[in-house]
């Protein structure tokens, strides 16, 4: 099973310098590169990441365009994997954007990258670095230190570098052994989830788990410092004469205190990105401990986040990351993740007596069933009708028609374990686990091979 392990580093002056310049190339490579595809592309011919590659390999070290003021390739003080993976990016790029047009599907081709728009990053293969306990001997920069030691044990398959808000981590990819990604389920419990706006996920037992909501919470310090950078920014606009709109290739000044202040903004950014970050993880993780099988329904989020109103709250809430996490998790712990079909009326139906509430309006947070009269919470009896799509799909008894039964057992495109569908007991218990949702310690100190 393939797990990433990102990994804060402590760097240095010289190696943040050094990474800004790695993650610098392997953008500009990027944009040659995709400039390069257009062209060719534009003229008949049928452009190849391979053949890309050596022609760039031909000029790189003595095109101009790749020459520093001293008129030496300053590509050679980069490791080359920076400068190489972006073909193999590009190729992906291309090749997903083409299989999206062939199904139908929205896409949109690869784009340029522009600095500070983009994410920084670049790429280290597998055989060009190695991990030592608490630090990594990285090329180029030598020894660098870690915040934790790597979590999995098994083959690691390479890493990359990345930026998040000044700092700079190490996300390793490793192919950890099935026996070694192995959870063992506290309970056997199956649960539906109802996803929702007013709590972020209701379960089927009634329990409501609330969403810490970082971005609303932080709005209002989000909005003094974005008002402060644009400040900053109109200052930068009249020192050079600039109104309105900015001109393509314009650079503008860019002051001590606008550095300081697009700090102290993307911190912000970053610090509400962990606080949902944190709280995805424990419930996604919960969920799956807590139970053998998961019905979700299958948001279209796309279209609700096209819902003005909606769309802050569900973003703010991260309901596709929760499904992400879900599906990998679920895998982990031997869950079945049951995708109940969108057009499933988990709201409306009455989980006491199946009848469908065809008038049920969005408002309505609490309603009456009008043929047995049970007094329905709106997301508890969402959720209580999921779970029962689970139970039905997965073979039990169940008294009550269902509306449509649009079952997906396994789902995420057949990630999930085969012969999924049994209901068995948890069959071993394990260790303490506690509820923070981070992996269990003795993984940390587990011997890894490489
Ligand atoms: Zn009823």
């Known amino acids: 099973m393939l797990l990433a392990h990102r990994i804060r580093i402590d760097a240095s002056a010289a190696e943040r310098d050094y990474f800004s310049r790695a993650a610098g190339t392997a953008r500009r490579v990027w944009n040659w590169a995709l400039g390069e595809w257009q062209r060719q592309a534009a003229l008949g011919l049928r452009p190849n990441?391979?053949?890309l590659k050596k022609q760039f390999n031909r000029i790189k070290y003595s095109d101009p365009a790749w020459l520093d003021g001293d008129g030496k390739p300053w590509l050679r003080s980069i490791h080359r994997d920076a400068h190489s993976q972006p073909f193999l990016n590009l190729a992906k790029a291309w090749s997903r954007y083409f299989d999206q047009c062939h199904d139908g599907r929205p896409a949109r081709p690869p784009r340029f990258k522009k600095k500070g728009?983009?994410?920084d990053s670049f790429y280290i293969a597998n055989d060009r670095f190695r991990l030592e306990g608490m630090s990594a001997v990285l090329p180029k920069v030598g020894r660098v230190k870690?915040?934790?030691?790597l979590r999995w044990p098994g083959r690691i398959l390479?890493?990359?570098v990345s930026r998040e808000a000044g700092e700079w981590f190490l996300a390793i990819q490793v192919d950890v052994p099935?026996?070694?990604?192995?959870r063992s389920r506290t309970r056997d419990g199956v649960v539906g989830v109802d996803l929702g706006v007013t709590s972020a996920a209701t379960l089927s037992t009634g329990e409501k788990i609330a969403a810490p909501r970082p971005f609303e919470a932080a709005l209002r310090r989000v909005h003094i410092r974005s008002r402060r950078l644009s400040r900053k920014l109109q200052m930068a606009k009249m020192a050079v004469g600039v109104v309105g709109r900015i001109p393509k290739n314009t650079r503008l000044p860019v002051s001590k205190n606008r550095g300081k202040v697009a700090n102290a903004l993307s911190r912000q950014q970053a610090r509400i990105a962990r606080v949902r970050r944190d709280f995805i993880h424990k419930v996604?993780?919960?969920l799956c401990r807590e139970n053998q099988a998961i019905v979700i329904e299958d948001l279209h989020v796309k279209?609700?986040?096209t819902n003005a109103r909606l769309s802050r709250v569900i973003a703010d809430i991260g309901f596709y990351e929760i499904r992400r996490q879900l599906q990998y998790k679920a895998l982990r712990y031997g869950t079945d993740l049951v995708l109940a079909d969108r057009w499933y009326p988990s709201s409306k139906l009455c989980s006491k007596c199946g009848t469908k509430n065809e008038d049920l309006a969005l408002a309505e947070r609490n309603w009456t069933c009008g043929v047995c009269g049970t007094e329905h919470d709106r997301d508890v009896n969402a959720a209580k009708n999921l779970q029962r799509l689970a139970t039905n799909a997965l073979g039990a008894a169940t008294a009550l028609p269902v509306a449509?039964?649009?079952?997906t057992l396994g789902t995420a495109a057949g990630l999930a374990p085969a012969g999924g569908g049994k209901v068995t007991p948890v069959r071993y218990e394990h260790g303490q686990q506690d509820g923070s949702g981070q992996e269990e310690n003795d993984a940390h100190c587990r011997q890894r091979s490489r």
């Open 49 to 51: 990441a391979m053949a």
């Open 117 to 119: 728009r983009c994410a």
């Open 146 to 149: 870690l915040r934790e030691a």
């Open 158 to 160: 390479g890493a990359s």
């Open 178 to 182: 099935e026996q070694d990604a192995r």
């Open 284 to 286: 996604t993780t919960r």
């Open 303 to 305: 279209g609700m986040l």
């Open 404 to 407: 449509s039964l649009a079952v």
